[in-house]
């Protein structure tokens, strides 16, 4: 499988961006997918992931801002992103392959790694 993120760019604060992040194969609705992010020295944060069955779960920082969703016919996963704040800005991934075992939020469960888009959101 392989994972291309796109949509990142710069905002202002309160504004909104919706990432994407296209899957190169057909068993693209049979998996888990998640977002994280990442700022310079600090660990990938496990932002929104969206289950096989649609169930959905956001880390607090997130929760009633972002939304995770996905397109099963274009292989598409998405993230809506509103109500931007600075803190926000981070090096944007979408992963997939998750193994079961252990925390959604633990990058090390997930094998599938896009390049990540870059979103700046300033105050």
């Known amino acids: 499988v392989q994972l291309r993120e796109s949509g990142g760019g710069s905002v202002q604060a309160g504004g909104s961006l919706r990432l994407s992040c296209a899957a190169s194969?057909?068993?693209?609705?049979?998996?888990?997918m998640a977002w994280f992010r990442q700022v310079p020295g600090k660990e990938h944060e496990g932002v929104a992931v969206?289950?096989?069955?649609?169930?959905?779960n956001y880390a607090d920082s997130v929760k009633g801002r972002f939304t995770i969703s996905k397109d099963n016919g274009k292989n598409t996963l998405y993230l809506q992103m509103d109500s931007l704040k600075p803190e926000d800005t981070a090096m944007y991934y979408c992963?997939?392959?998750?193994?079961?075992?252990?925390?959604?939020?633990?990058?090390?469960?997930?094998?599938?790694w896009g390049q990540g888009t870059q979103v700046i959101v300033s105050s």
């Open positions: 992963a997939a392959a998750y193994r079961a075992g252990g925390s959604w939020t633990t990058p090390a469960r997930w094998s599938m």
């Open positions: 194969v057909s068993p693209f609705r049979k998996d888990c």
């Open positions: 969206i289950g096989e069955d649609g169930t959905t």
